[in-house]
């Protein structure tokens, strides 16, 4: 589950907290100590200093998931009603999934006496208690949790690992094995009975369990390398490696480094440890597991919470780092992202991903040379891997900076011995970054060689389709490549706007404003194909329409550019000598799917490295 990061990531934190820091303001009317005084953020709001305007503070700042703010706010709140069980509760959420596990002790033990059954409070007791080795009073603690279907789920792993702590492996299992589960959570409870057989040395029964993972096609990358390195570690290696094949024939791709670095270990003949080899590894596996389902399926909040539980356990566990770091990725907060993945050790497989992923955080918070430097180095360090020169021309690309893009993608073209369909993308990425400095003769190429490597690609189709249309050549050809486009991709403004751009500009007008009108439904917030949409409006006679649609344009705010054109055809509507002004490169860069005109986010971000 990792996102593009956006440019403007940066500017909506500070708002955010801005907006926290006046609502606090305008609610007490007055100011206490600096935020950043409890929390350690150098940019931090003021804080509130009534009840009221804490909790409501807090509330924002949780809103706007800035749950670093919200801690402190809500401690701040809490400060004044100690026993407000709504406010303990709250703020126990907070320092939870802020990590800060002193602090929701404490809190945990205040809901304990207020509201006993608090699910995730005495959950995290329990773990508190696991830790500590006092398994008696843990196990108390993860039944009382038990009180909804993920309570049930979680409570059931938490107890079996427990009693693998105590050394009762046969019980871990029997109650696995007795506990009615959801079909959806099967899965899991099958893992972690592998798991815990494979850890109790009953490699038998972790074997047939495994076996019915794969039997029922529930396999992941964690299950996989789980499997795998169960059998290489009594030595089967071949067997090892089957399980390995599966899964890249599976996915069909270059694979996560994990699965890359076992697959080298296999084919070396080396025997591996097993995947989780504790009860506290096992059962922060667990919850890692569960954080990044909860997380992958929008709920943040509660998925940052179960993997801070995983670290809590395991602080160095890099998977559960990685996750967190996805989650703060997700909420656009590149700053804590960047600190947690910093928090994994170096020399792991996830090293070259790692640093990948920090580059483009890099790139989000405006610090485009860091991220430059960062990605330099993995590639002196990699030279034969593909990913960082990708990762080097989408920064390039984004920050406009095309020749420097070409020669990153050109390097790794040449690193490419023969082209398959998966390295259209470094063909298209060169192809438009030759293409915006006008080099058409090699753009042109480019896009040619990515369409023969992925014919049926929507993105490849659209650029070179409206390119060649654009420039009055293959006309037929460059509309029926468009064409495609849309078939692939009805949804997509951008290719739908290319469609009916296509048609204005061979003079087919009354074609043209069907589709630029579909265009505008699909991305009614796009300068660029409100304004479109305008034009093909004037050449059809429906004036008063088009000059609606180009104040809309002005009032989405366009680039100074476009903005000056369209005003003058408020001005004077289009020129009667000819069918359309020829389109700036602005106007070009509305028609690629994959770069709205603000965002000009005109690149395309690899695959989640560290992202199961």
């Given at each position: 589950?990792?996102?593009?990061?956006?440019?403007?990531?940066?500017?909506?934190?500070?708002?955010?907290?801005?907006?926290?820091?006046?609502?606090?303001?305008?609610?007490?009317?007055?100011?206490?100590?600096?935020?950043?005084?409890?929390?350690?953020?150098?940019?931090?709001?003021?804080?509130?200093?009534?009840?009221?305007?804490?909790?409501?503070?807090?509330?924002?700042?949780?809103?706007?998931?800035?749950?670093?703010?919200?801690?402190?706010?809500?401690?701040?709140?809490?400060?004044?009603?100690?026993?407000?069980?709504?406010?303990?509760?709250?703020?126990?959420?907070?320092?939870?999934?802020?990590?800060?596990?002193?602090?929701?002790?404490?809190?945990?033990?205040?809901?304990?006496?207020?509201?006993?059954?608090?699910?995730?409070?005495?959950?995290?007791?329990?773990?508190?208690?696991?830790?500590?080795?006092?398994?008696?009073?843990?196990?108390?603690?993860?039944?009382?949790?038990?009180?909804?279907?993920?309570?049930?789920?979680?409570?059931?792993?938490?107890?079996?690992?427990?009693?693998?702590?105590?050394?009762?492996?046969?019980?871990?299992?029997?109650?696995?094995?007795?506990?009615?589960?959801?079909?959806?959570?099967?899965?899991?409870?099958?893992?972690?009975?592998?798991?815990?057989?494979?850890?109790?040395?009953?490699?038998?029964?972790?074997?047939?369990?495994?076996?019915?993972?794969?039997?029922?096609?529930?396999?992941?990358?964690?299950?996989?390398?789980?499997?795998?390195?169960?059998?290489?570690?009594?030595?089967?290696?071949?067997?090892?490696?089957?399980?390995?094949?599966?899964?890249?024939?599976?996915?069909?791709?270059?694979?996560?480094?994990?699965?890359?670095?076992?697959?080298?270990?296999?084919?070396?003949?080396?025997?591996?440890?097993?995947?989780?080899?504790?009860?506290?590894?096992?059962?922060?596996?667990?919850?890692?597991?569960?954080?990044?389902?909860?997380?992958?399926?929008?709920?943040?909040?509660?998925?940052?919470?179960?993997?801070?539980?995983?670290?809590?356990?395991?602080?160095?566990?890099?998977?559960?780092?990685?996750?967190l770091a996805n989650v703060y990725e997700s909420t656009k907060n590149y700053a804590r992202a960047?600190?947690?993945?910093?928090?994994?050790?170096?020399?792991?497989?996830?090293?070259?991903?790692?640093?990948?992923?920090?580059?483009?955080?890099?790139?989000?918070?405006?610090?485009?040379?860091?991220?430059?430097?960062?990605?330099?180095?993995?590639?002196?360090?990699?030279?034969?891997?593909?990913?960082?020169?990708?990762?080097?021309?989408?920064?390039?690309?984004?920050?406009?900076?095309?020749?420097?893009?070409?020669?990153?993608?050109?390097?790794?073209?040449?690193?490419?011995?023969?082209?398959?369909?998966?390295?259209?993308?470094?063909?298209?990425?060169?192809?438009?970054?030759?293409?915006?400095?006008?080099?058409?003769?090699?753009?042109?190429?480019?896009?040619?060689?990515?369409?023969?490597?992925?014919?049926?690609?929507?993105?490849?189709?659209?650029?070179?389709?409206?390119?060649?249309?654009?420039?009055?050549?293959?006309?037929?050809?460059?509309?029926?490549?468009?064409?495609?486009?849309?078939?692939?991709?009805?949804?997509?403004?951008?290719?739908?706007?290319?469609?009916?751009?296509?048609?204005?500009?061979?003079?087919?007008?009354?074609?043209?404003?069907?589709?630029?009108?579909?265009?505008?439904?699909?991305?009614?917030?796009?300068?660029?194909?409100?304004?479109?949409?305008?034009?093909?409006?004037?050449?059809?006679?429906?004036?008063?329409?088009?000059?609606?649609?180009?104040?809309?344009?002005?009032?989405?705010?366009?680039?100074?550019?476009?903005?000056?054109?369209?005003?003058?055809?408020?001005?004077?509507?289009?020129?009667?000598?000819?069918?359309?002004?020829?389109?700036?490169?602005?106007?070009?860069?509305?028609?690629?799917?994959?770069?709205?005109?603000?965002?000009?986010?005109?690149?395309?971000?690899?695959?989640?490295?560290?992202?199961?």
């Amino acid at each position: 589950m990792f996102r593009l990061p956006s440019k403007i990531a940066g500017p909506v934190q500070t708002a955010a907290r801005t907006s926290v820091a006046a609502l606090s303001i305008l609610l007490c009317g007055s100011i206490s100590k600096p935020l950043h005084a409890a929390t350690g953020m150098s940019d931090a709001p003021p804080a509130a200093s009534s009840q009221l305007g804490g909790y409501l503070a807090g509330r924002l700042a949780r809103g706007l998931s800035d749950t670093q703010a919200a801690a402190s706010y809500y401690s701040m709140a809490l400060a004044k009603d100690a026993e407000n069980e709504a406010l303990i509760a709250q703020t126990f959420d907070m320092e939870a999934t802020e990590g800060n596990w002193p602090r929701a002790e404490a809190l945990a033990l205040e809901l304990q006496k207020l509201k006993s059954e608090h699910r995730m409070s005495r959950f995290f007791l329990g773990l508190s208690d696991f830790k500590r080795g006092k398994f008696v009073e843990a196990d108390e603690h993860f039944k009382a949790s038990s009180v909804n279907p993920i309570g049930e789920l979680t409570a059931l792993l938490a107890r079996s690992w427990l009693r693998q702590a105590e050394g009762r492996t046969k019980d871990a299992l029997d109650l696995l094995d007795t506990t009615k589960q959801p079909d959806w959570a099967l899965a899991m409870v099958r893992y972690h009975r592998a798991l815990i057989a494979d850890v109790g040395s009953r490699k038998v029964e972790a074997r047939a369990t495994f076996d019915k993972l794969a039997a029922s096609d529930q396999r992941s990358l964690r299950t996989t390398l789980a499997s795998a390195q169960s059998l290489a570690n009594v030595g089967e290696i071949k067997a090892a490696q089957k399980v390995m094949q599966s899964y890249f024939e599976k996915i069909r791709g270059d694979g996560h480094p994990s699965a890359v670095a076992l697959q080298k270990q296999l084919a070396a003949g080396e025997k591996t440890p097993l995947l989780v080899t504790t009860a506290s590894q096992g059962l922060s596996e667990a919850l890692f597991g569960l954080g990044e389902a909860l997380a992958g399926e929008g709920g943040v909040g509660p998925g940052a919470v179960f993997l801070q539980y995983s670290l809590f356990l395991e602080p160095r566990f890099p998977f559960a780092l990685a996750a967190l770091a996805n989650v703060y990725e997700s909420t656009k907060n590149y700053a804590r992202a960047i600190e947690v993945y910093e928090q994994i050790a170096p020399g792991t497989p996830l090293e070259s991903a790692i640093d990948i992923r920090k580059a483009f955080d890099l790139n989000s918070l405006e610090r485009v040379d860091e991220a430059k430097a960062l990605l330099d180095q993995v590639s002196d360090r990699e030279p034969a891997d593909l990913k960082p020169l990708n990762a080097l021309g989408v920064i390039m690309r984004g920050q406009k900076r095309w020749d420097e893009a070409i020669t990153y993608y050109s390097r790794a073209i040449s690193i490419i011995k023969k082209p398959e369909a998966q390295h259209w993308n470094y063909y298209y990425s060169r192809g438009t970054s030759y293409e915006r400095v006008h080099k058409w003769p090699q753009a042109e190429a480019d896009l040619q060689t990515a369409l023969k490597l992925n014919p049926d690609e929507p993105t490849v189709l659209n650029y070179l389709g409206y390119s060649w249309v654009d420039q009055n050549k293959n006309l037929k050809t460059g509309l029926q490549l468009i064409e495609k486009a849309v078939k692939l991709k009805p949804e997509d403004g951008y290719i739908v706007d290319s469609l009916g751009w296509a048609h204005f500009r061979m003079g087919n007008f009354k074609e043209a404003v069907r589709w630029l009108e579909r265009a505008v439904e699909l991305r009614p917030d796009d300068p660029v194909l409100n304004d479109h949409y305008g034009d093909g409006l004037w050449r059809v006679g429906r004036e008063r329409e088009a000059v609606f649609q180009w104040n809309q344009s002005l009032q989405l705010k366009p680039e100074a550019e476009d903005a000056e054109k369209t005003q003058k055809k408020l001005t004077a509507g289009l020129p009667v000598q000819v069918k359309a002004a020829a389109p700036t490169k602005r106007t070009r860069d509305a028609q690629r799917p994959e770069q709205p005109p603000r965002k000009r986010a005109e690149t395309r971000t690899p695959s989640a490295p560290v992202q199961q």
